[in-house]
């Protein structure tokens, strides 16, 4: 699946490394440029998404912006990242995980 250069990402569930991971890899592989997330971990999503742009090496590749939205609803982070300027226009993707 291609995901678009904005993702917002709504988690329903806790981030867990061994089964997460793949899909944030995608992303990093997909070149967006805007991981917004709000929900369940919400903070260990956006630090895992961090870590794995860094890379094991300490490389850093490919920079995305990272936006942890704790007290915000799904309609405001959308809203948000609509507005958030990147470098090429992207629709706004809600992922729910």
Known sequence: MAYSGKI????KS???????DGFLRELLQDRIELFCVLGQDADKWEDALDWICV???????????????????LEEVVAFAK???TGHEHAVQVVER
């Open 8 to 11: 917002v990402l709504f988690s």
């Open 14 to 20: 806790e981030y867990r490394s061994e089964q997460d």
């Open 55 to 73: 890379g094991e090496d300490g490389s850093g590749q490919h920079l995305i912006i990272t936006t942890c939205h704790r007290n915000e609803s």
């Open 83 to 85: 507005m958030f300027k």
